[in-house]
Nanobody, 126 residues
Framework: QVQLVESGGGLVQAGGSLALSCVVSGRIFLSSTMGWFRQAPGKEREFVAAIRWRSGNTYSTDSMKGRFTISKDNAKNTVFLQMNNLKLEDTAVYYC???????????????????WGQGTQVTVSS
């Protein structure tokens, strides 16, 4: 069982930055993949970025590439999401997720992840 706790959300003006953290506890396998997803009101959960726990290989979406960066600190069992140049449309609840075995072709699929955090609200204002 893996427990995930996100932090770092808040209110920020457009163009600003936020850094989210996800502390992982419990049994995390080297083969695990950690992902960040977000969900805005009335919308489906959307993939943001993912990182392989062992290799550090990362995945992201074209729309966020260059603005959002995922990273990890294995020693601290923590995954980070650095968000720069935030836009109004980035407003959402951001979730951290963990999957024991996530093939490349489903790394952006929420159902590929078995453990989820409670989410942290990010609100971007004009």
């Amino acid at each position: 069982q893996v427990q995930l706790v996100e932090s770092g959300g808040g209110l920020v003006q457009a163009g600003g930055s936020l850094a989210l953290s996800c502390v992982v506890s419990g049994r995390i396998f080297l083969s695990s993949t950690m992902g960040w997803f977000r969900q805005a009101p009335g919308k489906e959960r959307e993939f943001v970025a993912a990182i392989r726990w062992r290799s550090g290989n990362t995945y992201s979406t074209d729309s966020m590439k260059g603005r959002f960066t995922i990273s990890k600190d294995n020693a601290k069992n923590t995954v980070f999401l650095q968000m720069n140049n935030l836009k109004l449309e980035d407003t959402a609840v951001y979730y951290c997720a963990a999957g024991a075995t996530v093939p490349d072709n489903v790394v952006a699929t929420p159902t590929a992840y078995s453990s989820w955090g409670q989410g942290t609200q990010v609100t971007v204002s004009s």
